[in-house]
């Protein structure tokens, strides 16, 4: 028993020494602190310092305070994965300067700031999915940029900046299953990014309609670009290309609207509009080329028919003057002879 109580104090000593929280276990050889499955409110204090993976899934956190990682500066994996975050507030992990994986799965996220996840310049892989996320910024802010795998499935998620995904160049994967996206105006540019996307080799699960009524359960790739013909382009380096990639049409917002609403009103505004058909200026000029060079035939044909009218009637009129008249003035002076015989 005295054995068994020496190997305990030691253990605990050199737990206390290692700074872990008392509902946690630290590895020190994987860097690891597991603090899943505890019940935790908070992120727990007195984390050591050396840890890079901290695991704080199935707990009930609400909240991460301002200076919750100050302690642990170089973790690279963060797992907050089912709990109880409603909000991440910009700053609350800026600490994290190593961080490479972050995993907010299955909290009750409903929108994301910008500027949330700054000074991040490792980070890697970021899971949104499983929140009820409504919006996210035009940026998850600075040094963010190497991004490779994104997941926002099973959001509330209705349409998505294009300037965002186009923050994340070295974006690899991207994951946009099971939200209500509206495919009206408002998704146009995403459209136009995803088409890019896949052309350079990225992966994505697509994203299927939920809305107007007419495109419900069809992938907005297949969507056409008619269907978006009336659309206003809010920001200058969209366009509307013609094909596959190339092209472009330029439209004035202020003819059609500033904004596209999501639902029926958006659908209105993304309708294409009946025009005339102009006519065809090829056409036009085909028919006159043709019609010149048949009037251009016909008079040749007539210039050809009058010259050798000419050129016959005058070989005719030649071979009368030179064979015909010779005989009719050798025949009369024989006619004259016996008549002057008569005559004496």
């Not at 305070?65 to 975050?85: C, G, Y």
């Amino acid at each position: 028993t005295g054995n068994w109580l020496l190997v305990w104090s030691v253990i605990s000593l050199a737990h206390a020494a290692h700074g872990c929280p008392d509902k946690c276990l630290c590895y020190t050889a994987s860097k690891t602190a597991d603090c899943k499955n505890r019940g935790l409110t908070e992120i727990p204090a007195h984390l050591p310092p050396e840890i890079q993976i901290l695991q704080l899934q199935n707990n009930r956190i609400w909240r991460i305070n301002q200076n919750a990682f100050t302690a642990t500066p170089l973790l690279k994996i963060l797992d907050l994965s089912n709990n109880s975050l409603s909000s991440v507030a910009p700053g609350a992990l800026q600490k994290l300067r190593y961080l490479q994986v972050l995993n907010l799965t299955r909290n009750l996220i409903h929108y994301i700031e910008n500027e949330t996840f700054s000074f991040l310049p490792h980070l890697k892989e970021l899971d949104l999915s499983s929140n009820s996320i409504v919006r996210l910024p035009e940026t998850f802010g600075n040094s963010t940029g190497n991004i490779t795998l994104l997941s926002v499935k099973h959001n509330k998620l209705q349409k998505m900046e294009r300037i965002l995904l186009e923050s994340l160049p070295n974006l690899k994967v991207v994951l946009f299953k099971d939200n209500p996206w509206q495919c009206n105006c408002n998704i146009f540019g995403l459209k136009l990014w995803l088409e890019s996307f896949l052309y350079r080799g990225g992966i994505s699960d697509g994203i299927i309609c939920s809305a107007p009524g007419i495109r419900k359960g069809k992938d907005l790739l297949k969507v056409p670009y008619e269907l978006f013909g009336a659309c206003p382009l809010r920001t200058a380096h969209v366009h509307l290309a013609s094909g596959h990639h190339h092209g472009s049409e330029q439209r004035s917002s202020l003819k059609h609207g500033a904004h596209g609403e999501p639902g029926d009103s958006g659908r209105a505004s993304c309708e294409p509009k009946p025009k005339p058909r102009p006519a065809s200026l090829r056409h036009a000029i085909a028919t006159v080329v043709i019609t010149g060079v048949v009037c251009g035939i016909v008079c040749l044909m007539m210039l050809a028919a009058a010259v050798y009218g000419c050129a016959y009637a005058a070989i005719t009129a030649k071979y009368h003057k030179e064979h015909l008249a010779p005989v009719r003035q050798h025949g009369t002076a024989e006619e004259k002879e016996p008549f002057e015989r008569s005559l004496a």
